[in-house]
């Protein structure tokens, strides 16, 4: 993690290399307004808080960096490269496609895009897409599975590409969403972590984009007019209680502006004492003090 005195050279030597025009091809066509650069330095700048808070970049390190062709994985895609292309993230990035065999899905458009871009990349072929749809009732929710698959195929690919993490571009409505989707319908209290061990303990899952909010990754990735491929295996499900939560959480910031940022503070402030779980607090070991008169 960087001390003060690094982290404004750095910062400054990171606008120097902007004012001289340079950037990561990605951003050849990108706009030039006012608005553009705020935004886009605001998504830096968050992004990259939380990879140093978390200690998420050795040196040297390999990334797997997931595309889905969304504007999450777009978004997490292109900033990843304008940090590196500054300096500012030490590690190679290999973008990685998995494609599902969804009917209809655009193959070419990927690559495509990665390829123009001098991106590195690697596409994979799962027909992940007649195992969901043969083992999920119909009308049911094919995410949860359709997630497992994915991963399952994604930890096969860093292996064997080198990578020690997994790079995925959740951001922070969707561990919002992740945390009452849990304490709702799951009974526990838990979101979506920055940095995690997977359950073999080979390899990290990285959310670089976990303090960005969904709003302003839409925008970015709008004006970069990134080539977005909907998913169509679950995108069409109505009624799904992710989406109610989304709901409930932009009613709220509606009603009371701020209470996002609120939750999203009290997830990484907290208090195990005033909870109930008696394996994260010892409830039992409290006793008054016996020497009062």
């Given amino acids: 993690m960087l001390d003060q005195d690094e982290s404004v050279a750095a910062e400054t030597e990171a606008e120097a290399t902007e004012d001289r025009g340079g950037s990561h091809p990605i951003f050849d066509d990108a706009p030039a307004s006012v608005s553009f650069k705020k935004g886009r330095k605001r998504l830096l700048r968050q992004m990259r808080e939380t990879i140093e808070t978390h ?3 050795r040196p040297g390190a390999r990334w797997l960096v997931g595309i889905s062709g969304g504007k999450d994985s777009y978004a997490l895609l292109a900033l990843l490269l304008d ?6 993230l030490p590690v190679d990035l290999l973008a990685c496609n998995l494609d599902q065999g969804q009917p209809g899905f655009p193959k070419h458009v990927l690559p495509d895009f990665l390829a123009r871009h001098g991106i590195a990349h690697r596409i994979e072929y799962r027909d992940t897409y007649s195992v969901v749809k043969e083992k999920v009732p119909e009308g049911a929710t094919t995410c949860a599975l359709c997630s497992r698959l994915r991963r399952g195929n994604l930890y096969r690919v860093a292996r064997e590409e080198g990578c020690e993490a997994l790079v995925l571009g959740h951001h922070l409505d969707d561990s919002l969403e992740t945390f009452f989707l849990n304490m709702f319908f799951g009974g526990k209290l838990s979101a979506m972590p920055a940095k995690l061990l997977n359950d073999e303990g080979d390899l990290l899952v990285l959310r670089p984009l ?7 990754i839409a925008r970015f990735s709008a004006a970069m007019r990134f080539p977005i491929i909907p998913c169509d295996l679950c995108g069409s499900q109505e009624g799904l209680q992710r989406g109610a939560l989304k709901t409930l959480i932009a009613d709220m910031e509606r009603r ?4 996002r940022d609120t939750i999203a503070r009290a997830l990484a402030n907290v208090r195990p004492g005033h909870l109930l779980d008696t394996g994260l607090f010892d409830f039992r070991s409290l006793q008054p003090r016996s020497d009062t008169p």
Avoid: H, S
Avoid at 210 to 216: F, L, N, R, T, V
């Fill in 210 to 216: 976990i303090q960005c909010a969904e709003a302003d």
């Fill in 83 to 88: 940090l590196r292309w500054r300096g500012l």
């Fill in 55 to 57: 200690a998420m970049a």
């Fill in 256 to 259: 009371f502006p701020g209470r």
